[in-house]
């Protein structure tokens, strides 16, 4: 039971480049969120989605893309990579919504750099 | 726009003493969760009240929670040089931007 799984742990792009950063949950939740922290800001909501073939935008969806094709796997893209995307990327799954008292599980993050 | 704020920014106290955290929140809530976060690692959930709460407890963890005045409090009791992290809290979907608490041994 590997929990939540984010792919790759690291990466350095640069300007423009495109990439996707996979999450896979084992857990047969529902709900799958994408997260980025930056240092004093805590975290902010990219997308998020309520289960297989849904996504929905959260705080700061600008410059990302997400994709729910199996209810396991959460796929975010970048497909112009600038250098205020620089962060460290979040996962998260949960079996309902945490205002229905249910909890987040955290993948480790992904550091991604852009230069 | 943060839902929750924690206070203070930053904690450091010495091994065996309690921290205290705090969280504020802006709108009316179903209910309130706690996570750490470790460094390098994802954020851990920790414990959850709900709005018609007011005191929670969990081993050397104590919650509390003040509708009227938007507020929660995280208390870690006998702290351990394990117990340095961040400390976060939730409403709905919304984190703050958390408390780094450094327990000196």
């Known amino acids: 039971n590997a929990g939540v799984t984010q792919t790759p742990k690291f990466r350095v792009l640069k300007t423009g480049q495109s990439m996707t950063l996979l999450c896979a949950q084992d857990m047969n939740h529902e709900y799958m969120y994408w997260y980025r922290q930056d240092p004093g800001m805590g975290l902010r909501l990219i997308h998020y989605s309520v289960g297989e073939g849904t996504t929905a935008k959260g705080e700061v969806p600008d410059g990302y893309n997400v994709s729910r094709l199996k209810k396991q796997n959460f796929l975010l893209g970048l497909e112009s990579a600038a250098p205020s995307q620089t962060s460290v990327y979040f996962c998260?799954?949960?079996?309902?919504?945490?205002?229905?008292?249910?909890?987040?599980?955290f993948g480790d993050g992904t550091r991604l750099s852009i230069l | 726009s943060q839902q929750g704020e924690e206070d203070p920014q930053a904690l450091s106290i010495q091994e065996g003493e309690n921290a205290t955290m705090n969280c504020s929140y802006k709108?009316?809530?179903?209910?309130l969760q706690w996570y750490r976060q470790n460094s390098g690692r994802g954020l851990v959930h920790l414990i959850l009240?709900?709005?018609?709460?007011r005191e929670k407890h969990s081993g050397r963890l104590r919650v509390t929670l003040d509708t009227s005045k938007k507020s929660s409090s995280l208390l870690i009791t006998a702290s351990r040089a394990a117990d340095t992290a961040s400390y976060f809290c939730a409403t709905d979907d919304v984190f703050g931007p958390g408390t780094r608490l450094s327990v000196l041994p």
């Open positions: 998260a799954s949960s079996y309902l919504g945490q205002g229905a008292g249910q909890p987040q599980h």
């Open positions: 709108t009316s809530i179903n209910n």
């Open positions: 009240i709900r709005s018609n709460e």
